[in-house]
């Protein structure tokens, strides 16, 4: 299942280029940061896909690796946010979707806004990181607000989605 995410995250974000990469990027990809909260072991092939992703970012190897690394804490922060759903079925606040949903955000704004301060305002670390930081953030709650929630309450609804990535019949078999 890892290797399959980590695919659809970097095919995803590569046929969708043009809105992908820069400073102003709408990663729709990043929808699939939500798959940790519900199967923890998807993080790790959200990350591999990110690092294959940004192999073709134009900020090198600071975004191969720490963009890469902000996907990875953010699944991981996902993750961990699903465990009471995991462990009891529960269903789920929606604070709890929300805050899993904004992990992606918070992540990418602080790394990825460093990132791009430092390419690209380097004169202007500080302010360029707030700045491009928070756009990031604002860019990447959107996607996730609109798209990532929409993707949870689907799985949520569909059982049978969510026996399928397990490779099981039914989410009854958890």
């Known amino acids: 299942m ?14 969708l280029m043009p809105i992908s990469y820069g400073p102003m990027q709408f990663r729709v990809s990043e929808v699939l940061c939500v798959l940790p909260y519900f199967l923890p072991e998807t993080a790790w ?43 009891t079925g529960e269903e789920p606040r929606l604070l709890e979707c929300t805050a899993a949903c904004l992990m992606p955000s ?22 360029g990181w707030v700045l491009m930081g928070g756009q990031i953030a604002l860019e990447e709650t959107a996607v996730m607000l609109i798209g990532g929630l929409f993707l949870m309450r689907q799985l949520m609804k569909n059982g049978r989605w969510l026996g399928l990535l397990r490779g099981q019949n039914s989410v009854a078999e958890r």
């Open 2 to 15: 890892p290797a399959l995410v980590g695919a659809l995250y970097a095919g995803m974000t590569l046929i």
């Open 106 to 127: 918070l992540w990418n704004g602080v790394i990825i806004g460093g990132i791009l301060a430092w390419t690209l305002t380097p004169g202007t670390l500080v302010s």
């Open 45 to 87: 092939g959200l990350w591999i896909g990110c690092v294959i992703a940004n192999i073709y970012s134009a900020y090198g190897i600071l975004d191969i690796v720490f963009g890469s690394l902000a996907t990875l804490g953010a699944g991981l922060c996902t993750a961990r946010i699903g465990k009471r759903w995991r462990e």
